[in-house]
């Protein structure tokens, strides 16, 4: 298996993954959604709320917040308290919210809570949990997906290359060599306009042991990071497996 980085920016990593299969691509795919512990906020204690906002919208809006998780720190179960107090008049931002731990912050520090008019006032009391996006999609610390490397098959004239090329959507194909090829793969969504505009001389065909994986951090954790823990996480299942089964088929 070789692995390199195609592209990279802002919260968001393409890795160009070959030599492998759809099922291993796939599993890593699930677990990194599914199965690796981030801090969202979970228990709320709303002591003052004169706000035109009900409590339960507000709860929503503070419940999906991404929250920085240190992994040696926060296990699976573990917990963490944070405040809001402010009063009014004042838009109550996302960064207004404390924590008890200054290693735990809110990612994105410019999200409206709820406004406040004069003498209006907020106060709650709040407990985060290190929990996984199985439980509930707070707790999903990136968007992740796979799709196919492609390639095209077949040849076309010079002259019928021009046209296939400037049918493609996201420009990314270009001819060398006497052959059309596709100059930024990560960007292909295998839409077909290329197919088309040959005429059926061009065929683009996913690859099955090569794969553009995108990962889109939501901030709590870094794309390494979560990369890394699902592994780990698929390494553990792997190996209870396998103590499981020893003895027990012959």
């Known amino acids: 298996m070789n692995i390199k980085k195609v592209f990279e920016e802002g919260n968001e990593v393409k890795l ?138 077949g040849k076309v004239s010079e002259r019928e290359a021009k046209e296939v090329i400037k049918s493609c959507p996201k420009k990314i194909l270009e001819f060398k060599a006497g052959k059309i090829i596709i100059e930024k793969p990560y960007e292909c969504d295998l839409c077909g306009y290329c197919e088309i505009a040959s005429k059926g001389k061009l065929k683009l065909v996913p690859s099955n042991n090569s794969f553009i994986f995108t990962i889109e951090t939501y901030g709590g954790l870094t794309n390494q990071e979560i990369l890394e823990k699902s592994v780990e996480v698929l390494e553990a299942k792997c190996k209870e497996f396998e103590s499981e089964i020893k003895g027990k088929i012959k």
């Not at 709650?124 to 095209?152: D, F, T």
């Open 16 to 153: 160009l993954i070959t030599g492998t299969n759809i099922a291993l691509i796939n599993a890593i795919r699930r677990t990194a959604m599914s199965e690796v512990p981030v801090l969202a906020i979970e228990d709320l204690a709303i002591h003052r709320n004169d706000s035109v906002l009900f409590d339960e919208y507000i709860g929503a809006r503070l419940g999906l917040l991404p929250l920085k998780t240190d992994l040696k720190t926060y296990k699976l179960g573990d917990k963490v308290k944070l405040i809001l107090k402010e009063k009014g008049p004042k838009m109550v931002l996302s960064s207004d919210i404390k924590c008890s731990d200054p290693s735990v912050e809110v990612v994105n520090k410019e999200v409206p809570i709820v406004k406040l008019r004069d003498n209006e006032e907020i106060f709650i009391e709040m407990q985060a949990e290190a929990n996984i996006g199985k439980e509930h999609v707070k707790w999903q610390p990136a968007l992740v997906a796979y799709n196919e490397m492609p390639k095209l098959e």
